[in-house]
């Protein structure tokens, strides 16, 4: 005798996973998406300018900022998908985690070419620098 799959409405919720850490609700998702994107705007500023130990920690700092929030929009959506991967809602919200992740990799895309250009002397000041 088979058993029947259960749908996710006909398991127990002590059987799921509880993403209330990452996000209250879809609607506490959808906002974060829109915060990031408004971050990322600030990313072009540092264009150019990423040749001193201070502008590139203030850099890293922010970077570090949008990466954890993305981590958050992305798992959040990622986790909704894998609750039941037909749900056309989960795939659409993971389709949308995708594009702000590959933003966020575009607008950071500069730093680090930026940033290994510079003189070898220069570069490893930064290395020996304190602030870094």
Not at 15 to 37: P, Q, V
Not at 52 to 70: A, G
Not at 102 to 127: N, R
């Amino acid at each position: 005798m088979s058993e029947k799959i259960k749908t996710r409405s006909e398991i127990s919720d002590e059987y799921k996973w509880n993403l209330d850490s990452l996000f209250k609700n879809e609607e506490e998702w959808s906002s974060a998406g829109e915060e990031i994107k408004k971050l990322l705007k600030k990313a072009d500023a540092y264009r150019g300018k990423l040749n001193n130990p201070k502008t590139i920690r203030e850099f890293f700092d922010y970077e570090t900022v949008v990466e954890r929030s993305v981590s958050d929009y992305y798992v959040y959506a990622n986790l909704r998908l894998c609750e039941d991967i037909t749900d056309e809602r989960g795939q659409e919200m993971d389709g949308m985690a995708n594009a702000v992740y590959a933003a966020v990799i575009q607008a950071f895309s500069f730093a680090s070419p930026e940033i290994l250009s510079l003189p070898e002397d220069k570069l490893q000041a930064l290395y020996e620098s304190e602030e870094l």
